[in-house]
C-alpha cells in the first residue's frame, strides 16, 4: 500500500486531526502527481515530440528557473533544493505582480476611452491606496470589502468571482502561484480564471485542515509552508510570530471584516421582530470566502514588499 493510499485511510477513519500538517500536503500532492502521470500517460501516444518537449527538454533547460520545469512533473522529481529555489523564485514574482496589477489598473485610466471603465479603475486604486496604507490588516480589509461583498448569498463552497477583475491582472496572479496559465485574449482568459480557482481551493482546504488542529503543534518548516501557501511573510519571522499570523488568518476567515462603511448589501426581507439578527446573518452569507482568501493574500504580499531585501531596490527608486 502506497503512502498516499494509508494517510487517505487514516484521514477517512480518524479525521484532519488524525494528520500532522506534513501528512496533510503529502496526501494532496499525491492527488496532484496521480493528475500529472496520468497527463504525460495521455500525452505520450497523442503527440511524443511534445511529451519529449514538455516533459524532458523543458525541465532540463529551466531548472528551477521556471515553474514549469518542476511543476509539470511529479513532486517526486524535486530535490528540496529546487524547492527552495522555486519558492524564492515565486516569492519575487508575488511582489512583481503586486506592483505590475497597479501599473494596469493606472494605464487602463490613463489608455481608456471608456469613462465607466475610467472611474472604476479610479475607485479600484483609492480603495487600494487607502487599504496599504493602513497599519492592521483587519484595517485595511476593511476598504477592500467591494471585492468580497457579494449580492448573492454565499456558502463556504462558493468558488471565486471575478467581478470587475481585468483579465491582465488575473493573468499576473497566475504567475504569482506558479501558474503558467495562456495568453490574455477573450475565451482563452478564462483558463486563467480556473486554474486560480483551483488554486485558492486547495487553500481553502488546507484553512480546513487547520481549524481541525491546533497551529501551536506545528513544526517550523511547517509554519513556514502554511505560511507561504497564504502569502504571509515568513522572511526573518520567529515561530512565535508565524503561529500569530496563522492563527489571525484563521481568525479572520471565521470572522469576516465587515465595515459599515463598505459596499452596500442588497436589500434582504426580515422579519420585524428579528431584523437585527437577519441583518447579521445576511451580511455574513454575502461575504465571498474565496476572494476574501485573495485579499489577504494580497494584501500580505504588499506587506511583505515593505520590508522585504529584495523590493529595497524599488523603495529606493521612490525616495
Known amino acids: 500500500m502506497t503512502k498516499g493510499n494509508q494517510l487517505r485511510l487514516k484521514r477517512d477513519k480518524y479525521g484532519l486531526s488524525s494528520l500532522s500538517f506534513t501528512e496533510y500536503q503529502i496526501l494532496e500532492r499525491a492527488w496532484d502527481d496521480l493528475f500529472k502521470l496520468g497527463r504525460m500517460v495521455i500525452a505520450y501516444p497523442l503527440s511524443p515530440e511534445f511529451f519529449f518537449y514538455i516533459y524532458v527538454i523543458s525541465p532540463i533547460l529551466s531548472g528551477s528557473a521556471s515553474p514549469w520545469g518542476w511543476k509539470s512533473l511529479p513532486s517526486t522529481f524535486e530535490t528540496r533544493e529546487d524547492q527552495v529555489k522555486a519558492i524564492d523564485i515565486l516569492q519575487k514574482r508575488r511582489f512583481h505582480s503586486i506592483l505590475s496589477s497597479l501599473h494596469l489598473l493606472k494605464s487602463e485610466i490613463l489608455e481608456s476611452h471608456n469613462d465607466d471603465i475610467k472611474e472604476k479603475r479610479e475607485n479600484q486604486l483609492k480603495a487600494i491606496h487607502l487599504a496599504l496604507k493602513k497599519s492592521e490588516l483587519e484595517d485595511s480589509l476593511s476598504e477592500l470589502q467591494k471585492f468580497y461583498l457579494s ?17 491582465s491582472i488575473v493573468k499576473a496572479i497566475c504567475n504569482s502561484f506558479a501558474i503558467d496559465g495562456v495568453p490574455n485574449i477573450p475565451l482563452l482568459r478564462q483558463v486563467n480564471k480556473g486554474e486560480l480557482s483551483k488554486h485558492l481551493e486547495k487553500v481553502r482546504k488546507s484553512d ?25 511573510s515568513t522572511y526573518k519571522k520567529d515561530d512565535k510570530t508565524l503561529k500569530n499570523n496563522l492563527k489571525q488568518w484563521i481568525r479572520l476567515i471565521n470572522n469576516p471584516v465587515i465595515s459599515p462603511v463598505g459596499a452596500p448589501l442588497p436589500a434582504v426581507p426580515t422579519s420585524k421582530t428579528s431584523k437585527n439578527k437577519a441583518s447579521a446573518t445576511t451580511v455574513q452569507s454575502n461575504v465571498n470566502l474565496q476572494n476574501y482568501r485573495l485579499t ?4 500580505h504580499t504588499a506587506k511583505a514588499c515593505k520590508t522585504d531585501e529584495y523590493t529595497q531596490m524599488f523603495r529606493d527608486l521612490l525616495v
Open 151 to 167: 449580492p448573492k448569498k454565499q456558502t463556504d463552497k462558493t468558488g471565486l468571482e471575478f467581478r470587475d477583475i481585468p483579465g
Open 296 to 299: 489577504m493574500m494580497c494584501l
Open 208 to 232: 480546513a485542515y487547520l481549524l481541525a488542529n491546533d497551529i501551536n503543534s506545528l513544526s517550523r518548516s511547517e509554519l513556514q509552508e502554511a505560511c507561504f501557501e497564504r502569502c504571509i
